[in-house]
């Protein structure tokens, strides 16, 4: 494909750009002034559309753009070269110096997907980054980069047959490159391999049951969900989709070594500690796939919501409120049932994770009964920490059944009735009638504890007010606290909801300025980071939800840092005497006039998220380092 692709007059060694929209433009020119565009302005926008989904920046000095345009007559790859580097945004913090940018037709071949996987092969080749940025000519560097390595005493693959799985939650760069890497320590190994890649255009090269049944080992790297069931009895690694990337040959070694993995007939996949390698647990992959399918609907229900409020939205007594019958207000309405949905979508996939498909419905089921406190007598329902518990116990409580040995006559109904059925009955029953009425009785307890602090210290009150909007941002704690408030505008006491203003937005503010921050030390996932720019937008707005992914798939760093932020903010708020006489919190409140004192609850705000920020890239880089330490 790269073959077709490109030729010398595509290739520039000497950018003149010295930021990244100049990088975008001086490379389209390349590819308009060979006639591949139809329209130079069109395919530009699309470009930036690309890069708005998620930066295109990577390790090494390496930035693919691409898009998939309708303003693109024929498919082809410009590259180009910056010798001062320029600032792109990349996973690792470098300047990016080496460019390619890939223009595919739209409504045909996902060309830039193939090239991408062709150009995994080149750019992991030891020495050829710095061979290629050496080319004097682009003759030069054409050749280096169509170049077949011949065969330098490779070894013969005669240990037996590896499979690999690669997958990663955006399903492009990262997913070939960790192909590649296994692919060449497999050959340097002396290994035949086959690697099966999960990426944006469906699941290419499978091994087949004859492949899987003749290999000596299996090496799962992937961030997201495949059929594990597949290599019950084999030798079995699960990693992280970055480590072949960097390590091929130790992770393959560790694969040889690893015990029989073992999965249930049912097929649900049972992973053992011992395949675990990369610091990350079974209870890690379980919430990620709960928090990787929730995300798009966190950002598609938060934005309707934030740009509803911020164009359509009105300050009055009982909130921010939006006409009704406006077109404001059904955007808002979609976004809602966005929201309504993203905390069942959480639980279910976590369940789907543990206990396979027959997991699913009854994952749903109990998150959205967790959600809703109407089933146990609640004003509010448990959040997402009531999701991850309900999907947890699903998961675990299907697999168990569906792991029971069975006649031969039932068994074809346990995965799709049985199974769903009681876990529905199981979890449902439990959160009705066992964790219900302690969660009613909690919510009750802390209102009547608000109520008697309402008149004492307000440095104390501040730091209770603002640590319960932090926990669990729109579950009972959050909720408890904000009811309270909004009481209190009712008896003319407009301090509380000022500070429950100010501490709302901190932690999704919080952790899209994290994001950023993070970028650098790598300690953000893809997914993560491409959150962090809605959580910005639903913080400006006053939707702390926004921050529930991070939280959700990291609660040992992420709750901290934004329950000790929003008490920042608050106490800041107490003690500046800022007021707010809507039920709404967050920058938009301020500027709309709800607040006395609009720059200083900014100010509040801005200090709550800075904090946030700061302890939770503290908290991620010390257990990142920890974690390398353990696995060194």
Same mark, same amino acid.
């Given at each position: 494909?790269?073959?077709?692709?490109?030729?010398?007059?595509?290739?520039?060694?000497?950018?003149?750009? &010295?930021?990244?929209?100049?990088?975008?433009?001086?490379?389209?020119?390349?590819?308009?002034? @060979?006639?591949?565009?139809?329209?130079?302005?069109?395919?530009?926008?699309?470009? %930036?559309?690309?890069?708005?989904?998620?930066?295109?920046?990577?390790?090494?000095?390496?930035?693919?753009?691409?898009?998939?345009?309708?303003?693109?007559?024929?498919?082809?790859?410009?590259?180009?070269?910056?010798?001062?580097?320029?600032?792109?945004?990349?996973?690792?913090?470098?300047?990016?110096?080496?460019?390619?940018?890939?223009?595919?037709?739209?409504?045909?071949?996902?060309?830039?997907?193939?090239?991408?996987?062709?150009?995994?092969?080149?750019?992991?080749?030891?020495?050829?980054?710095?061979?290629?940025?050496?080319?004097?000519?682009?003759?030069?560097?054409?050749?280096?980069?169509?170049?077949?390595?011949?065969?330098?005493?490779?070894?013969?693959?005669?240990?037996?047959?590896? /499979?690999?799985?690669? !997958?990663?939650?955006?399903? /492009?760069?990262?997913?070939?490159?960790?192909?590649?890497?296994?692919?060449?320590?497999?050959?340097?190994?002396?290994?035949?391999?086959?690697?099966?890649?999960?990426? *944006?255009?469906?699941?290419?090269?499978?091994?087949?049951?004859?492949?899987?049944?003749?290999?000596?080992?299996?090496?799962?790297?992937?961030?997201?969900?495949?059929?594990?069931?597949?290599?019950?009895?084999?030798?079995?690694?699960?990693?992280?989709?970055?480590?072949?990337? *960097?390590?091929?040959?130790?992770?393959?070694? @560790?694969?040889?070594?690893?015990?029989? %993995?073992?999965?249930?007939?049912?097929?649900?996949?049972?992973?053992?500690?011992?395949?675990?390698?990369?610091?990350?647990?079974?209870?890690?992959?379980?919430?990620?796939?709960?928090?990787?399918?929730?995300?798009?609907?966190?950002? &598609?229900?938060?934005?309707?919501?934030?740009?509803?409020?911020?164009?359509?939205?009105?300050?009055?007594?009982?909130?921010? @409120?939006?006409?009704?019958? *406006?077109?404001?207000?059904?955007?808002?309405?979609?976004?809602?049932?966005?929201?309504?949905? +993203?905390?069942?979508?959480?639980?279910?996939?976590?369940?789907?994770?543990?206990?396979?498909?027959?997991?699913?419905?009854?994952?749903?089921?109990?998150?959205?009964?967790?959600?809703?406190?109407?089933? %146990?007598?609640?004003?509010?329902?448990?959040?997402?920490?009531?999701? /991850?518990?309900? =999907?947890?116990?699903?998961?675990?409580?299907?697999?168990?059944? $569906?792991?029971?040995?069975?006649?031969?006559?039932?068994?074809?109904?346990?995965?799709?009735?049985?199974?769903?059925?009681?876990?529905?009955?199981?979890?449902?029953?439990?959160?009705?009638?066992?964790?219900?009425?302690?969660?009613?009785?909690?919510? @009750?307890?802390?209102?009547?504890?608000?109520?008697?602090?309402?008149?004492?210290?307000?440095?104390?009150?501040?730091?209770?007010?603002?640590?319960?909007?932090?926990?669990?941002?729109?579950?009972?704690?959050?909720?408890?606290?904000?009811?309270?408030?909004?009481?209190?505008?009712?008896?003319?006491?407009?301090?509380?909801? !000022?500070?429950?203003?100010?501490?709302?937005?901190?932690?999704?503010?919080?952790?899209?300025?994290?994001?950023?921050?993070?970028?650098?030390?790598?300690?953000?996932?893809?997914?993560?980071?491409?959150?962090?720019?809605?959580? =910005?937008?639903?913080?400006?707005?006053?939707?702390?939800?926004? $921050?529930?992914?991070?939280?959700?798939?990291?609660?040992?760093?992420?709750?901290?840092?934004?329950?000790?932020?929003? +008490?920042?903010?608050?106490?800041?708020?107490?003690?500046?005497?800022? &007021?707010?006489?809507?039920?709404?919190?967050?920058?938009?409140?301020?500027?709309?006039?709800?607040?006395?004192?609009?720059?200083?609850?900014?100010?509040?705000?801005?200090?709550?998220?800075?904090?946030?920020?700061?302890?939770?890239?503290?908290?991620?880089?010390?257990?990142?380092?920890?974690?390398? $330490?353990?696995?060194?």
């Amino acid at each position: 494909m790269i073959t077709q692709l490109i030729n010398e007059n595509l290739i520039r060694l000497n950018l003149k750009a &010295t930021t990244k929209d100049e990088v975008f433009n001086e490379m389209v020119d390349v590819l308009d002034a @060979q006639g591949k565009l139809s329209d130079r302005e069109q395919f530009l926008k699309d470009i %930036y559309a690309r890069e708005e989904i998620g930066n295109t920046g990577f390790e090494e000095g390496i930035a693919i753009p691409h898009a998939k345009s309708a303003a693109v007559a024929e498919p082809a790859v410009a590259i180009g070269i910056s010798r001062t580097g320029i600032e792109y945004g990349a996973e690792d913090g470098e300047d990016s110096k080496l460019f390619f940018m890939i223009a595919s037709p739209d409504g045909g071949a996902d060309h830039h997907i193939e090239v991408l996987a062709e150009l995994s092969s080149k750019l992991i080749e030891d020495g050829f980054i710095d061979a290629f940025f050496k080319a004097e000519t682009p003759a030069a560097a054409l050749a280096l980069l169509l170049e077949q390595k011949e065969a330098q005493e490779t070894i013969a693959a005669d240990k037996g047959l590896i /499979i690999g799985v690669t !997958g990663c939650p955006a399903g /492009i760069a990262h997913t070939y490159l960790a192909a590649e890497g296994l692919e060449k320590a497999a050959a340097e190994m002396g290994y035949e391999i086959k690697v099966e890649t999960n990426g *944006s255009i469906g699941v290419k090269n499978a091994p087949t049951a004859e492949e899987i049944e003749r290999a000596v080992a299996i090496v799962v790297s992937c961030d997201k969900q495949v059929d594990m069931a597949r290599f019950n009895g084999k030798k079995l690694i699960q990693t992280s989709v970055k480590a072949p990337i *960097s390590n091929g040959k130790g992770v393959i070694q @560790q694969a040889l070594d690893a015990a029989p %993995y073992k999965a249930d007939t049912s097929g649900n996949s049972k992973e053992e500690k011992s395949s675990v390698s990369s610091g990350r647990s079974n209870l890690y992959r379980y919430l990620m796939n709960g928090v990787s399918h929730m995300i798009p609907f966190v950002v &598609t229900g938060g934005l309707m919501i934030a740009l509803s409020l911020a164009i359509g939205g009105e300050p009055t007594p009982n909130g921010m @409120q939006i006409p009704e019958g *406006s077109l404001w207000n059904q955007v808002l309405n979609v976004g809602v049932v966005a929201f309504t949905l +993203m905390i069942p979508i959480l639980a279910g996939y976590i369940a789907f994770a543990i206990g396979d498909r027959a997991a699913l419905a009854p994952g749903f089921i109990g998150g959205w009964i967790a959600n809703n406190g109407s089933f %146990y007598g609640a004003e509010a329902g448990t959040g997402f920490i009531g999701a /991850i518990i309900a =999907g947890l116990l699903v998961g675990y409580f299907v697999r168990f059944i $569906a792991m029971r040995d069975y006649h031969k006559m039932i068994a074809p109904l346990v995965p799709i009735m049985i199974a769903p059925i009681l876990g529905t009955v199981f979890i449902a029953s439990l959160f009705i009638f066992v964790i219900g009425a302690p969660i009613a009785d909690l919510m @009750q307890w802390l209102n009547a504890v608000l109520t008697e602090m309402s008149t004492g210290n307000v440095v104390l009150l501040g730091i209770v007010l603002g640590g319960m909007a932090g926990f669990d941002m729109g579950g009972p704690f959050n909720k408890v606290a904000f009811l309270f408030s909004v009481g209190m505008i009712a008896n003319g006491q407009t301090q509380f909801m !000022g500070a429950m203003a100010v501490a709302i937005p901190i932690a999704p503010l919080g952790m899209s300025l994290a994001t950023i921050i993070g970028r650098k030390f790598g300690i953000f996932e893809d997914s993560e980071i491409e959150a962090g720019k809605a959580a =910005g937008a639903m913080g400006l707005v006053g939707i702390s939800e926004g $921050a529930i992914p991070f939280a959700a798939q990291d609660p040992l760093s992420v709750i901290p840092a934004n329950v000790i932020g929003s +008490m920042v903010g608050a106490v800041m708020a107490f003690s500046f005497g800022i &007021t707010n006489s809507v039920a709404h919190g967050g920058p938009v409140v301020a500027l709309l006039g709800a607040m006395n004192k609009p720059v200083m609850a900014i100010i509040c705000m801005a200090v709550g998220a800075i904090v946030t920020a700061v302890i939770c890239v503290a908290i991620k880089k010390m257990r990142q380092s920890k974690s390398n $330490a353990v696995t060194a």
